[in-house]
């Protein structure tokens, strides 16, 4: 229903489909020249890039960046990929601590289950359910159920160990061809966080998530968060170009 009133809201709703439609179909029908030419740009631009064939490959090659590093702590935001790819379960034994930040994924993170829905990963849960998961694990208030409250608590658990963090693993919603660069859309800014606060960001990248142009980027952020949650606006786009600070960055293909 709150997807149907935002897609009514604007007159070319269906133009905007279209357009999205012909540009992902232009891109896959040329998709070797715009992956070398996201791969040189990339590079250009200071990036480390890597090609993982499968998700075992792609587990194997994160891991060995981070332990290149000597990455005790990594912080994790945005990326249902590597969710498709088992790496937290992977790194499980590796004595590496992979710390989730989205709140939905902390939730299940810290209740030892799977994500149970692509977009909304806790949707199964009642804040009840929350209460009850935060006050076992973060020792919050048994008997305070109230949203904000539960919201504040992991926030204000989970920011000092994103502060600590020796890496920081995020998702791509587009990956730019023409300038090399990744865009992550987020309602809660810890795509930020995790790739400019510590001082190595590494970015899991499928390459369906390519497009040609930055000026096609406006097509897509306007149909994004009205198709997944029914919202007018993503409240924050990082557009991530290369290394900050001194730091590396990779992206694993």
Known sequence: MQRDKEMHGIPEWEELRQRASDIKEH?????????????????????????????AEHNQIVHEILTQHDAKTVIKSKSMLTEECGFRHYMAGTGIEVIETDLGERIQQLDNEEPSHVVVPAVHKTRFDVAE???????TDPENDDAHYLAESQRMHTRPLILEADAGLTGCNFAIAETGTVVTCTNEGNADLSANVPPLHIASIGIEKLIPRIADLGVFIRLLSRSALGSPITQYTSHFRGPRNGGEMHIVL
């Open 133 to 139: 998961v935060f006050s076992r694990t973060m020792g």
């Open 27 to 55: 891109t896959l029908s040329h998709l070797d020249e715009y992956l070398d030419q996201f791969i040189t740009r990339a590079e250009a631009n200071g990036v480390h890039v890597h090609f993982a064939r499968d998700a």
